[in-house]
């Protein structure tokens, strides 16, 4: 806190929250380890209902797998995560909780290649929710429009361009009406004209007040979007603060480093 | 160009292109030359095949007696109409997919389309045809062919959202089936090529799901399922399947009580279903490592549970994946129902055809050869086929190019 008041900046603290100031997900001391090599050191940090942070870092600083933690795709060694009031421990029954109500979009899009796009938007709300086909399919073609493809309904995703495969994911997990959207990195593997389109997507998301956790290199969306800018390196949050503060006043050596090399 | 020219051209091209060329393919070629004319030759003029003209019915349905045979016919038009409503089912669905109006061929393109498909098929059908001396044969192959038709035309009109009660009538049709011809003529008097597809059919069927359980079992998190599928697998495959035949033909009746000790057919069975298990888990297991770590994570992510991620998403497409292996040991299965016959005396194909040589007017002849060569035949067009239609298969899911 003491820091914060020497720095003066705003939410400089990363277990303070913003949105609407009621905590979505707490993340407090922990810790992860892949063998011997510690991937994350004593995370703490808060995200508000409808906030949207942006964790930004070089490769290998743990951005990705702090993520995957937040809904058990990896197993967090020690600390606690609470997502909207379920904390994630071995019970199964909390794992699934939380996995219902977190939503993840992945850098390779993960499109079920055997499934049409319908089909992969609908599968989880039919067996997971227990949605009737038809009112399943309605909701899937709402997102589709959302995304703006609702033509390509009854293609497979092997017959998508990569930014279009991109947002039947992120309809794939709208599908869920989940309260958080965690993003892993999801246009890194995007041919550059398609970055656009995928970004607007996650836009009109954050406008719609979904509380995210963007990994992203995309500092144009980090500087535009984000409520907050979290910078991870050596598995360490090193620095947290509003885009403007971030961007140009940050205050640790490492930050400036980070910032001036991809500036 | 003219027609000449370009036969030299290629000919220079391909065959004599340089002197070592030229040598190889005037030797290979003369070799070849010879082989195929000793082989017309016996096939045409020297093979005498009133051996297998005699005994056509011994090699394809071994002793089944006549006053029964009227289950065979109900089995093959049933079979025969059950498929082709399924397959009429899957065209229209495929079309509709495509979005495409009905695909009109024209007859004659529809009847080329189907002998450039099932040449092999019907090659061994007309050979054995040409042999049989009476009519019914080709009245039963006639209606099933009116059946499968007639089948097809009735599938395209199904509902769509017919595909569970189309698996449902495909299992009780089998069932069913099994039931009528097991009903009248006991399993120890089958015989002939009828029992090789027999047990090849059964054997394919029930190894199938029990591999998929050792597969998965062998990736399981509990480690005493993964020892006991590890085990299962690596017992099996360590023993030569011959030795298994003649181990449950002698050795059960020291184990069990001769009163539920079931017959020869179905202990070849047993043994085919847990040996052949064995290799399928392998080749699932394959399956299973080609699907990429994403697929889970991504259904994880969902909120799928184990079991959904497991049958909607990974195993749907690791099979695919490995269909031509799947198909290859189906394959290898039914050549192998043979071993049963030698190892337990069934009246298997194989041992009618060595029985008829000992026949009192074929004795002493020499006609084992005819006679085997006519089983190899018969085997061949079955597993060329099977061969065929998983290519076929496996173009149309699209393995490889997804």
């Known amino acids: 806190m003491s820091d914060e008041m020497m720095t003066g900046s705003v939410m400089s603290d990363a277990t303070q929250v913003g949105g609407d100031g009621e905590v979505m997900i707490e993340v407090s001391a922990m810790d992860k380890f892949f063998g011997d090599f510690q991937a994350l050191k004593n995370i703490d940090v808060k995200v508000g209902r409808r906030e949207v942070v942006v964790v930004i870092g070089p490769s290998g600083s743990g951005k990705s797998t702090l993520i995957r933690c937040i809904n058990r795709l990896e197993e967090h060694d020690a600390g606690r995560i609470i997502v909207d009031g379920t904390e994630l421990s071995d019970d199964v029954r909390n794992i699934q909780e939380i996995r219902r109500e977190t939503g993840m979009v992945f850098q390779q899009f993960n499109l079920f290649p055997h499934l049409t796009v319908m089909e992969n938007i609908t599968l989880a709300p039919r067996l997971v929710r227990k949605l009737p086909a038809a009112e399943a399919e309605a909701k899937a073609m709402q997102l589709l429009e959302r995304v703006r493809i609702p033509e390509q309904a009854d293609k497979y995703p092997g017959q998508l361009s990569g930014g279009q495969q991109q947002r039947v994911a992120i309809a794939r997990s709208l599908a869920m009406q989940p309260k958080v959207m965690l993003f892993d990195e999801p246009t890194s593997a995007l041919d550059p004209e398609m970055i656009n389109e995928v970004l607007e997507v996650m836009m009109d998301l954050a406008r719609e007040g979904m509380t995210m956790i963007v990994v992203t290199h995309e500092m144009g969306f980090a500087r535009e979007v984000a409520d907050r800018v979290v910078f991870m390196a050596d598995g360490q949050i090193v620095e947290v603060g509003t885009p403007e503060h971030f961007f140009t006043n940050p205050q640790e050596p490492r930050t400036r480093e980070f910032l001036s090399q991809i500036l | ?402």
Do not use: H
């Open chain 2, 1 to 402: 160009m003219s027609r000449s020219e370009r036969v030299t051209d290629w000919l220079k091209a391909n065959l004599f292109r340089s002197t070592a060329d030229s040598i190889v393919s005037v030797v290979v070629g003369a070799i070849a030359l010879f082989v195929l004319f000793r082989i017309v030759r016996f096939v045409f003029v020297t093979g005498r095949w009133e051996i297998v003209e005699t005994n056509l019915s011994l090699y394809v349905t071994g002793a089944w007696p006549d006053a029964e045979m009227w289950r065979l016919v109900a089995t093959v038009l049933l079979a025969a109409f059950v498929s082709g409503l399924i397959a009429g089912f899957i065209a229209r669905s495929r079309e509709i997919e495509a979005g495409v109006e009905a695909v009109s061929l024209s007859p004659r393109a529809r009847i080329i389309e189907l002998v450039v498909r099932l040449w092999p098929l019907l090659l061994g059908l007309a050979l054995v045809l040409a042999l049989t001396r009476t009519v019914m044969p080709v009245l039963l192959v006639v209606s099933a062919a009116v059946a499968v038709v007639l089948g097809r035309m009735l599938g395209r009109l199904l509902p769509r959202r017919s595909p569970p009660w189309l698996a449902a009538l495909a299992v009780v049709t089998l069932l069913g089936v099994v039931w009528l011809m097991a009903n009248g003529v006991g399993l120890e008097s089958w015989g002939g090529m009828l029992l090789n597809i027999f047990l090849a059919a059964f054997s394919i069927t029930l190894c199938f799901p029990l591999g998929v359980m050792l597969a998965l079992g062998r990736r399981s998190k509990y480690p005493v399922v993964r020892l006991l599928s590890v085990g299962y697998i690596e017992l099996f495959r360590g023993a030569p399947l011959i030795a298994l035949l003649l181990m449950v033909d002698v050795a059960i009746g020291f184990f069990l009580p001769q009163s539920i000790v079931p017959s020869s057919p179905v202990r070849a069975i047993i043994v085919f279903i847990l040996f052949t298990a064995a290799y399928m888990a392998e080749v699932v297991r394959g399956g299973l490592q080609s699907v990429p770590g994403g697929q889970v994570e991504a259904a994880k992510a969902l909120g799928l549970s184990p079991i959904s991620t497991t049958f909607r998403i990974v195993l749907p497409q690791a099979l695919r994946n490995v269909i031509p292996a799947i198909v290859g040991q189906s394959i290898s299965l039914f050549k192998d129902t043979t071993l049963a016959g030698a190892a337990m005396g069934l009246a298997d194909l194989l041992n009618s055809a060595q029985a008829s040589t000992a026949q009192e007017q074929f004795r002493g002849q020499g006609l084992i050869v005819e006679s085997l060569v006519f089983v190899l035949f018969l085997f061949w067009v079955g597993a060329y086929t099977m061969s065929r239609e998983s290519q076929r298969l496996e173009r149309r899911l699209g393995v490889g190019n997804r």
